[in-house]
């Protein structure tokens, strides 16, 4: 096993929960055996992950010495290693899945984003919870005045109050949303949401919760998952399996993973959530790939594995 650390640039900062990021760090894992090759990448995401680099380093240099167990890595680092194993162990052509463009910014700049489109989507992610309720609500129209037959996946990252939310979905056509993710920072609030106004939800933060158990809650259409969060592999498959068991839906997240860690999911949600568009549109924010180009076709500067920082 070898360990490279790497920093990538982004295109523009991100900016949530509290975080402000220009660029993004990350820890590239490589099995070898035989002439067959594994990558992985761990990336636990400020304000999101409750690992950090420094812990998931410390982590992956201590399995490398054999002084822990794969079951005690913090969870970027378990699935890093999981898909550095999972792609040495198999061959796999990749099928792209349908990309769902993510909308970020202000009304306006999302409503550009949407404009720039070279085609227009039948669905796209909006984040909101970001500017008033009121020039929210007047970018869903804008955006169903372009396309009336769009379908809205919004997220709301616990942004809204319970007033702020109920007026939201008080003034929007439900038919035009797949599900909104968390809306409020408190989950009952959300709950109550789908029991006065009918509005589709989707956990998210939820499920990032340490020990987190899956439960048919009302008005859950889907759980969100983002798979750097959650760890191992098989994890994942039992909190899918679970929610596929009681009719919810699974998408899976990327956490602005590299392309080699977008390029896993991408591989995990053909084979685990075939049914799900996942939602893997992080790409553009970086600024290079590393080790190889990425399968979308976005041209990119290239970090090869000579130029990494070995670890």
Avoid at 10 to 28: D, K, Q, V
Avoid at 31 to 59: I, K, M, N, T, Y
Avoid at 159 to 164: I, K
Avoid at 266 to 271: Q, R, T, Y
Wanted: with cysteine.
């Amino acid at each position: 096993m070898n360990l490279y650390a790497y920093t990538l640039p982004l295109a523009t900062p991100l900016r949530f929960a509290g975080h402000t990021l220009n660029e993004r760090r990350g820890i590239l894992i490589k099995l070898e055996q035989g002439e067959h090759v594994g990558w992985g990448d761990c990336a636990p995401l400020p304000g999101f992950s409750h690992d950090s680099f420094e812990q998931c380093r410390d982590a992956l240099h201590a399995l490398a010495r054999g002084e822990t167990h794969p079951d005690t890595l913090p969870p970027a680092a378990r699935f890093a290693l999981d898909c550095a194993r999972w792609q040495l162990n198999r061959e796999s052509r990749l099928s792209l899945p349908p990309a769902i463009p993510l909308l970020v910014g202000t009304p306006e700049q999302q409503l550009a984003q949407f404009d720039a489109l070279e085609t227009p989507p039948g669905e796209v992610k909006l984040k909101l919870a970001r500017d008033t309720v009121e020039n929210e609500i007047a970018l869903v129209y804008a955006l169903l005045a372009r396309q009336p037959k769009l379908r809205l996946r919004i997220d709301a990252n616990r942004g809204w109050d319970w007033e702020s939310a109920s007026h939201f979905a008080a003034s929007i056509p439900l038919d035009s949303v797949r599900y909104v993710e968390e809306p409020c920072a408190d989950l009952n609030d959300s709950l109550r949401l789908y029991a006065q106004h009918r509005l589709p939800l989707a956990l998210d933060e939820s499920t990032q919760v340490p020990g987190f158990q899956y439960e048919s809650l009302p008005g859950v259409r889907a759980l969100v998952l983002k798979p750097t969060l959650i760890g191992s592999l098989e994890r994942l498959q039992q909190l899918i399996d679970q929610a596929t068991m009681d009719g919810v839906e699974v998408v899976l997240s990327s956490a602005f993973e590299s392309n080699i860690g977008l390029t896993h999911l991408a591989h995990l949600a053909n084979a685990l959530t075939p049914a799900s568009v996942p939602g893997l549109d992080t790409l553009s924010a970086l600024g290079a790939d590393l080790i190889a180009p990425n399968p979308w076709g976005q041209n990119k500067p290239l970090i090869t594995e000579s130029e990494l920082t070995t670890l």
